[in-house]
């Protein structure tokens, strides 16, 4: 009796391990944990501090020269003047008229305007036209482009949700501050900014940028912001300048009647 009861015993114990031995063969092996693809240390840093500067230059109330080079025009210098109260006027030269009129862009508590300036190729005082309301784009035909790293610009650099991809740059020669290399990362032909370099000092300065338009370089140190902005001229009826320059003057080879 005590004998047969052993050796159903051990039957039994044998038939455990073998079906416990089944299980293990035909459970499936656990799924590798899912890993991302890991994101350089530096990209985040660089679109956090890219953003807390621009946001220290939205705050940054100044008068500033700024050293212009384009292609196909001699250097010459722009004047930024962001106000206290958050008006703002950038003076372009050479940009109207096929190179001809100095020309100024100004937001004022009453309007965005297109102001002419006294110039090589008009030498009539300065006057300007209402392009639309202070927050209003300025028409793509009339537009010199490098007021948007002072303005609208900086409103896209510190957007999180912008599609940009930001990475540290090496600040180009004769420049201060520190420097971001912009991309967009959108495949959209309407690219919120210029891709390019951007510099700025802790303060919010911005010391250089450098973009499809051309090169902007901070030249001297920038004075104080006055309260507001003036325009160059009164207001007047009348056309903005554009930037093709001039039709020839009627005669045998302007094809007229």
Known sequence: ?????????????????TLLAACATDSPAPA???????????????????????AAAQDRHLTARYAFGTPDV??????????NDGTWRVDVPAWGLGGTVDVSLAATTDGLFQCALPSPGRPEPASCVRLGDPDDAVPRRLDPRVQHPFTDWLEVLTDRRAPLAVSP????AGTTGRC????????????PLDVGIYCYRPDGTPT???????????????????GTVQLAGPVVDGDPVGRAAPAPSDGPSAGTS
Do not use: K, W
Request: hydrophobic fraction near 50%; proline fraction near 9%.
């Open 208 to 226: 250089a940028v450098r973009a499809d338009f051309g090169t902007l370089t901070l030249a001297g140190e920038p004075a104080p912001a006055p």
């Open 180 to 191: 971001y290399s912009v991309e967009s990362t959108s495949a959209s032909l309407n690219a």
């Open 1 to 17: 009796m005590h004998a047969h009861l052993r050796a159903t015993r051990r039957l039994t114990g044998v038939l455990a391990l």
């Open 169 to 172: 740059a090496t600040t180009p």
């Open 32 to 54: 590798p944990l899912a890993t991302a693809d890991p994101v350089p240390a530096g990209v985040d840093a660089a679109r956090d501090e890219l953003a807390a500067l621009a």
């Open 74 to 83: 001699p250097a010459r210098t722009v004047v930024v003047t962001s106000a």
